[in-house]
């Protein structure tokens, strides 16, 4: 099976990025698909605190953190390779592999290339479509609505998708849930996996002692982004391990 | 009594049709019998339990988060001994939910709790609606349906498996045990000087009619587990 390098970005800082990241980790590990994650947050990297044995903080503007990230793609036997792309990074990221040539080698079919790209509750973060849109052909690209911390988002009609969607073959549209903060802020405090955190487990593998309650909502909430997830072609695509899929 | 611990939940669509009569009827037969219940009182800011039950009652604010876990991780946290809450019509749809997303049924049974619920079926046929509702949300173990004699039931007759009882009180009793300090347990045991002589013969029947209702909870618990 090709590999698959997901990028999960946005121009605009605050969106959730990281959380989403982590809903991506987390999801895989659910359905047993390996991954490795590079962080690009240097020197700090928050993933990292999340998945600390996958992830690497890692420097794009550094050749050497390009080609550890890059040239591993077949030989690293992951099938998925994610890179949490630091506040205000996507142009810059998609500028960088247009120019080495990645986006090319995707393009023509070496390797899978996903892009979530993260929107925040304004309409003006749309505007960073426009942006991007010029990089976008031979791309699987995700627009994810973060609703974690929001409960008003502006309004999604018909009118804006097309608007905004016209010109991007291969795009998709998901909505992360709402969670409630409390559970969020536990899950953030633990220091775990949100898989860990439902099972009651810390992050050295012992017994936890998470709330029964705050682990039944993040349980309901990742059973929602389950649902959002499994729409995305790309993510069937890394399920099924590139067999066809089964129509029943 | 059953010799699972009990989670027993009492609970109506209906206000004022004597939930927290049958909770408090509940607690003073589980506490003679011996146990040591536990109650939670989701009535909050107005919940009259504690007024009853002191030092083992919570009152809780259900709409909120750190309320849920007052009930859910409070049970968990603390299995091996029973558990009356006392569900609020306002409340019912949340507590319902709640327990369905958290998937409570099955986690309270892992932890060896038998689950019960006791739903007084009001006069309107809604009422009866509801009840069916319920019982198809919560799952529980046992769900007893309740007539309460003094507003009328839409409860068929007969009903299969266990129902409960809570006859007409002559309303003169009202303000006697509605004082904080009358206890019905204390009255079963013979302390009968709180009650007029008149009204006695109809305060005990009343609690004969539920006690004896209560006593059938373990052989039915019994009766279903084997069923399945």
Same mark, same amino acid.
């Given at each position: 099976m090709k590999p698959t390098l997901i990028l999960v970005g946005a121009?605009? =800082?605050?969106?959730g990025k990281t959380t989403i990241s982590r809903t991506l980790l987390d999801f895989f590990a659910r359905k047993n698909v390996l991954t490795r994650a590079f962080d690009? !947050? @240097? +020197? /700090?990297?928050?993933?990292k605190r999340f998945y600390p044995t996958i992830t690497e903080i890692v420097d794009l503007e550094n050749v050497a953190h390009q080609m550890k990230i890059l040239d591993t793609l077949e030989t690293a036997n992951v099938p998925v390779t994610l890179v949490d792309l630091k506040a205000g990074g996507l142009s810059y990221a998609l500028d960088i592999f247009e120019r080495i040539g990645v986006l090319e080698a995707a393009r023509s079919g070496q390797f899978t290339l996903g892009l979530f790209h993260i929107i925040g509750?304004?309409? *003006?973060?749309?505007?960073e479509i426009g942006e991007i849109s &010029?990089?976008? =052909?031979g791309l699987e690209y995700i627009l994810t609505r973060n609703f974690i911390n929001e409960t008003n988002f502006f309004e999604w009609d018909e009118e804006t998708s097309r608007k905004y969607f *016209? @010109?991007? +073959?291969n795009s998709h549209e998901i909505d992360i849930p709402k969670l409630n903060e409390m559970a969020y802020e536990q899950v953030d405090v633990a220091g775990v996996t949100f898989k860990d955190f439902i099972d009651n &487990? @810390?992050?050295?593998?012992q017994a936890g002692k998470f709330s029964f309650v705050l682990r039944g909502y993040v349980r309901k909430w990742c059973s929602e982004i389950d649902q959002e997830f499994s729409r995305v072609k790309l993510i069937q695509d890394i399920l099924s391990g590139g067999r066809p899929q089964s129509k029943s | 009594m059953a010799s699972s611990p009990l989670i027993a939940i009492v609970c109506s669509? /209906?206000? /004022?049709?004597g939930k927290t009569l049958l909770a408090r009827t509940l607690v003073d037969f589980l506490l003679l019998e011996g146990h040591d219940p536990f109650v939670l009182d989701l =009535?909050? +800011?107005?919940? *009259?339990l504690r007024d009853y039950f002191p030092g083992r009652t919570a009152l809780v604010d259900f709409a909120k988060i750190p309320g849920q876990m007052m009930v859910f991780d409070t049970i968990l946290g603390a299995p091996g001994r029973d558990y009356v809450i006392d569900v609020p019509a306002p409340q019912l749809s949340r507590f319902c939910e709640a327990m369905g997303d958290l998937e409570f049924r099955a986690a309270a049974n892992a932890a060896g709790f038998a689950v019960v619920v006791l739903y007084i $079926?009001? !006069? +309107?046929h809604e009422s009866l609606r509801s009840a069916v509702n319920v019982e198809e949300i919560l799952k529980p173990d046992l769900f007893i349906p309740v007539a309460n004699q003094f507003v009328g039931?839409?409860?068929? !007759?007969? $009903?299969?498996g266990l129902t409960l009882t809570m006859e007409r009180l002559d309303a003169d009793l009202a303000p006697i045990i509605g @004082? &904080? /300090?009358?206890?019905f347990r204390t009255f079963r045991l013979g302390?009968?000087? =709180? $009650?007029p002589l008149p009204l006695r013969a109809g305060l005990k029947s009343f609690l004969h009619g539920l006690i004896g209702g209560f006593r059938e909870i373990e052989p039915e618990l019994s009766l279903s587990k084997l069923k399945s």
């Open positions: 121009d605009k =800082g605050g969106v690009t !947050e @240097n +020197p /700090r990297g928050s993933l509750s304004s309409i *003006a973060s749309l505007d &010029r990089y976008l =052909g *016209a @010109n991007i +073959p &487990r @810390n992050a050295d593998g | 669509d /209906r206000h /004022r049709n =009535g909050h +800011p107005d919940g *009259a $079926v009001d !006069e +309107p039931s839409a409860l068929p !007759e007969p $009903v299969d @004082n &904080r /300090r009358f206890s302390d009968e000087s =709180g $009650v």
